[in-house]
């Protein structure tokens, strides 16, 4: 099976100095892959990388078989009309009720009348559970609910990848719980292949199809697992699956 996202002999460098030092790997269609490790470890370095934010120091980031790293122009655009993104914020703008939210994407990039703007917009909050709030502003609404609106808005183009930066954080336990599965309901049901950048083990141990883990004292991945979740087994219901290390 060819693998959504490619990661090939990837090096991250500011001013000269490494920070992720030649990692590869492979992200396939309907996983939740998960990205996991420390403060200070490179994972929201490796994920502004993966949706072309930055360009690495070395090696290749392949999306759907292109380049991300060396394509230009009118074909750089068709690659970042494959994935959408949510920030650890959320990153709403507080001018905007939800619905303009998530409409913004489809006004930038599409030429359709806006009644059937406003109809993707409202199925798309419908999908993540905020079809009744579509009216509000994001200072009205709680901040697991800014999430999914977020991620709703990640939607409104329906790309292939969602890549998530620490969708938990700052979430008490239940309204964390909710959003897993969230993320597992759109995973299994629609398809959609999640990249997420997370420390929350609870969350990984729930959502997670696959996890790499980075570590900032060899500056790679120290780590690889294959989770349990994919297929209902022990792990998402407390059960132990422990991490394979590698030698480092």
């Known amino acids: 099976m060819e693998p959504v996202i490619r990661v090939e002999n990837f090096i991250a460098a500011y001013e000269g100095t490494v920070v992720i030092n030649n990692i590869s790997f492979e992200i396939y269609h309907g996983e939740v892959f998960v990205i996991l490790g420390g403060s200070g470890c490179g994972k929201s370095t490796l994920l502004k990388h993966m949706i072309g934010l930055y360009k690495p120091a070395a090696g290749r980031i392949l999306i759907d078989g292109q380049d991300i790293v060396t394509a230009r122009g009118k074909r750089r655009l068709e690659i970042l009309r494959k994935f959408g993104v949510m920030y650890q914020s959320g990153a709403l703008f507080g001018s905007m009720t939800l619905l303009e939210n998530v409409r913004l994407p489809l006004e930038e990039f599409t030429d359709l009348p806006k009644s059937a703007m406003d109809l993707i917009a409202l199925m798309k909050l419908k999908l993540v559970g905020l079809k009744d709030f579509y009216n509000h502003m994001p200072s009205e609404i709680s901040g697991g609910m800014q999430k999914r609106a977020a991620i709703a808005r990640a939607m409104a183009l329906d790309p292939q990848v969602l890549f998530l930066d620490e969708p938990s954080a ?75 290390y590698k030698n480092v």
């Open 170 to 244: 700052g979430l008490d336990p239940i309204t964390s719980a909710e959003l897993d599965s969230l993320i597992l309901n759109l995973s299994r049901n629609l398809g959609i292949t999640f990249c997420i950048v997370t420390h929350e083990l609870p969350s990984i141990y729930a959502i997670a199809d696959r996890v790499i883990m980075l570590d900032k004292r060899v500056k790679g991945i120290v780590a690889t697992d294959i989770m349990d979740a994919y297929v209902g087994n022990s792990v998402g219901m407390g059960g132990q699956n422990p991490i394979r």
